[in-house]
């Protein structure tokens, strides 16, 4: 009763109602400095923009128009209907609403939203690349995606006059010489125009900064359902172990994410996608990686995880932890796509030693998930550099 009688008032009489709800050393909206702390490390947002080393085109905007014409054209691909946009669809949060994607032919894994890419250091679900612009090369040469080549590629710029022309101002070079060369070029400048695609402010950043700065009444628009969800997520739910930092992601690759249908579908699921093993070899075993000829940083201090990579047959069945902003627009969710409610992929996991969680509480967390989308939600500005042509 004097709770619900304090919660009316809230907004106003803050240190009342949390001396009430959390102890003396409560703060704004009643976290304790403990959950401040924690709740402070997933900020600030938005992150310094960053530029690949490795990549002498990113950042560049001529590149990233280049590789903007490029993510929407499907003549790089065999049948000359595939195109990056296929899987990845702007108006879907760069992603296609399905559980697995299907190119030319169907992939074991879903197709993960594009955003906020530079936060992270190894790409796809199990880290099969090294680079964005590594994860840029791998659809078009895949036979159950683009099923291309280079000789494809080539084909697209001896037809297009004004795309190689554009590719010739970026690069200093013909796209016709080198097949080879010409594919890492385009998976370049695919990744300078990926790389753009981040995701803006949402209303947990506005809690999160009143927070750091000790405003009751900015923390105090926060819903309730909400903040209680992120404080089972900072807290007994063991979530940020994993989900940490700004992006939601630790970049690592985890197993014992208890999925929600049982051990023997993980058995089976295991079978089919060995996850973080797999793919670490074939990263190891590609010339595309930044071990190799095409990285372009002269230091080459952006290969030393690459070189350190040894594989391990602990890592088996691990896939990297998902960023979670924007999650409640990008479902189905999971590597292979096995849900499509949030509160259900909320409930997979949590610290190994905690009670379960009840069914109230995974609404909250879903609730609290839902504040990590932007006013653009699933629609994503298809140009966030602001481009408008190659010259
Ligand atoms: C047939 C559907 C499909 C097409 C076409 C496709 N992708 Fe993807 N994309 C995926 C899937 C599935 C994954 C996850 C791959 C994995 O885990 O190994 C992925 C992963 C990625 C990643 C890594 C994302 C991350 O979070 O680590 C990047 C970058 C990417 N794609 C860029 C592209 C570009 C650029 C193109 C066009 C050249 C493209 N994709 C075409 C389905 C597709
Ligand atoms: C041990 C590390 C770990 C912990 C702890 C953890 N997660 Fe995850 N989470 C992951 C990994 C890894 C995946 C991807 C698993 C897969 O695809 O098979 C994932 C996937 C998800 C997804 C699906 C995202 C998507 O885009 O597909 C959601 C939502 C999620 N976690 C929320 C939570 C919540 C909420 C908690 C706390 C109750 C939590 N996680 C705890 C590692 C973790």
Redesign the pocket.
Same mark, same amino acid.
């Given at each position: 009763m004097g709770r619900w009688l304090a919660s009316l008032a809230c907004a106003c009489i803050w240190p009342a109602w949390a001396a009430g709800a959390a102890g003396d050393a409560a703060g704004p909206a009643g976290v304790t400095p403990e959950e401040s702390r924690a709740i402070a490390t997933l900020g600030p947002w938005p992150p310094p923009r960053r530029r690949d080393p490795g990549n002498r085109v990113s950042g560049q905007p001529l590149a990233i128009e280049l +590789?903007r014409q @490029? $993510?929407r054209d499907p003549r790089?691909?065999a049948v000359s209907y595939?195109?990056? *946009? #296929?899987? %990845?669809q702007p108006d879907r949060a760069f992603t296609?609403s399905k559980a697995?994607? %299907? =190119?030319?032919g169907d @992939?074991?894994?879903? #197709?993960?939203?594009?955003?906020n @890419?530079s936060l992270?250091h190894?790409? =796809?679900?199990? +880290? =099969?690349?090294d680079s *964005?612009w590594m /994860?840029?090369?791998?659809?078009?040469l895949?036979s159950?995606? $683009?099923d291309g080549s280079g000789a494809l590629v080539v084909r697209l710029f001896a037809r297009e006059p004004e795309l190689a022309a554009c590719y010739r101002r970026v690069f200093g070079a013909s796209p016709l010489v080198d097949p080879e060369r010409t594919v890492i070029n *385009? =998976?370049k400048a695919? /990744?300078a $125009? *990926?790389e753009t695609l981040v995701t803006a402010r949402t209303p947990f950043d506005e809690f999160r900064d009143a927070i750091v700065r000790g405003d009751a009444r900015g923390a105090a628009a926060y819903p309730d359902a909400a903040l209680r969800g992120l404080r089972l997520f900072v807290g007994r739910g063991g979530c940020i172990a994993c989900h940490s930092g700004p992006n939601f992601s630790d970049g690592r690759f985890h197993a014992g994410t208890a999925p929600a249908d049982g051990i023997a579908a993980a058995v089976e699921r295991s079978l089919h996608d060995n996850g973080r093993l797999r793919?670490a070899r074939d990263l190891l075993a590609s010339r595309f990686n930044l071990r190799g000829a095409y990285n372009d940083d002269p230091s080459r201090r952006n290969a030393a995880a690459t070189r350190g990579l040894r594989l391990d047959a602990a890592m088996a069945g691990r $896939?990297?932890t998902?960023?979670l902003r924007n999650v409640a627009v990008t479902a189905p969710y999971f %590597?292979d796509g096995r849900t499509d409610r949030l509160a259900d992929a909320a409930r997979h996991a949590g610290a190994p030693a905690a009670e379960p969680l009840r069914i109230g509480e995974v609404d909250d967390l879903a609730a609290f998930l839902s504040t990590l989308t932007d006013a653009h939600g699933a629609r994503r500005p298809w140009n966030p550099a602001g481009l408008t042509d190659c010259r």
């Open positions: +590789g @490029l $993510f790089m691909s595939i195109a990056c *946009v #296929t899987c %990845h296609d697995r994607a %299907h =190119g030319m @992939l074991p894994r879903n #197709t993960p939203a594009l955003a @890419l992270q190894w790409y =796809g679900w199990g +880290g =099969g690349a *964005v /994860a840029s090369i791998r659809p078009i895949d159950r995606e $683009f *385009v =998976g695919l /990744a $125009f *990926v793919d $896939f990297r998902p960023s %590597h």
